[in-house]
């Protein structure tokens, strides 16, 4: 089991920045993937960031360029640095987590609210 609690979500005026935290319950160094998912009222969950356990990422076309996804495995925490925003980045940011490539066990947190006023 992996428990994962984000933070950092808040309202800020479209062009600021906001840095999102996830912090997970054990070790992340061998975690295959930890990624960041988005839900904008009224549309369907939508990945935003990606990052594996070597240190790859990949990102959705609206965020290239503004988002960065990073993970700090002495800290068991994974971060979204969110520049540049927009009031269409609006949404409830949710932490995953898929510790093995093999095995299909997956984790969510409970979300974080971002809300960019324009």
């Known amino acids: 089991q992996v428990q994962l609690v984000e933070s950092g979500g808040g309202v800020v005026q479209a062009g600021g920045s906001l840095r999102l935290a996830c912090a997970a319950s054990?070790?992340?160094?061998?975690?295959?993937?930890m990624a960041w998912y988005r839900r904008a009222p009224g549309k369907e969950r939508e990945n935003v960031a990606l990052?594996?356990?070597?240190?790859?990422?990949s990102y959705a076309d609206s965020v290239k360029g503004r988002f960065t996804i990073s993970r700090d495995n002495t800290k068991n925490t994974v971060y979204l640095q969110m520049n540049s925003l927009k009031p269409e980045d609006t949404a409830v940011y949710y932490c995953?987590?898929?510790?093995?490539?093999?095995?299909?066990?997956?984790?969510w947190g409970q979300g974080t609210q971002v809300t960019v006023s324009s």
């Open positions: 995953y987590a898929k510790p093995s490539l093999l095995a299909s066990s997956v984790y």
């Open positions: 054990r070790d992340i160094f061998n975690f295959n993937r």
């Open positions: 990052i594996t356990s070597g240190g790859l990422t």
